[in-house]
């Protein structure tokens, strides 16, 4: 594995870091439109550190779509979605005008720019759900993050916006260092579908079969399934905040 580095964009014609601007293959011209790409959106400098892998270097996060590295302009540090050449995806446009919606509402990462190959936001420093409930006790702090969580979840409910991925919760929500958690990821987000973030996560956290309900539960003491199933169902024929509430009840 490379050890973690700084670079100017320029040196982004090196290897192995071409192959990542251009995953999975680099190809020289693709690369230097890119860099050129990066220019335009005032990236100077990106930095390859993180948990997850691609071509051997550490970064943030490697998804189907794309790459995530650290990015820096002149005036501050972001995080640089790098759309991979396997994607099947065009560009980025869907995405940033998905989380720009979002952020109007004060959910996800806060846009800062796109273009037909790259997403720059807000970095989010910190873990995802599912290591922050590994890591943290406190049934203070997990009330507050999953409250919080609940809560961007209606709002999204309540503005259209569809996030479509809230069953994939793991990848897609992340915990800062100060304990507020973010909703991660647009690309499949949609203003035409019907609404189901609140009800894909409750499933998710409450109800699924997967190692979060028992990490809530081990803390926030078990709460009853069934009286969860039913309050969802409430919430799913009429999402109003009263039906929202009593959600929160049953679950927290
Ligand atoms: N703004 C951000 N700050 C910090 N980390 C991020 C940010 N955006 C994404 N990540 C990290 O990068 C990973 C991949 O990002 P994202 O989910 O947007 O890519 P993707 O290619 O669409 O993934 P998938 O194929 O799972 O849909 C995320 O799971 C997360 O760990
Ligand atoms: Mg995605």
Known sequence: MKPPAKLPIENLTEEPYATILCYPHTKPLEVKNRISELKTIGVNMVEFTGNSLAANVPVIGKGYVGIVIIAYTNREQLALKIRRLDSGRENFFHEAEMLQKANNINVGPKFAAATKNFLLSQFINGDFLTKWLETNKTKKAFHSVIHNILEQCWSLDMAGLDHGELSKAPKHLLIDKSGKPFIVDFETASIQRR?????????????????????????????????????????????????????LQTCL
């Open 195 to 247: 609404v189901a973030n609140v009800t894909s996560i409750c499933q998710h956290l409450f109800v699924g079969n997967n190692i979060i309900p028992k990490l809530i539960w081990e803390t926030l003491g078990e709460k009853n399934r069934d009286n969860i199933i039913n309050t969802l169902r409430n919430y799913k024929k009429e999402k109003n905040r009263k039906n929202f509430e009593t959600l």
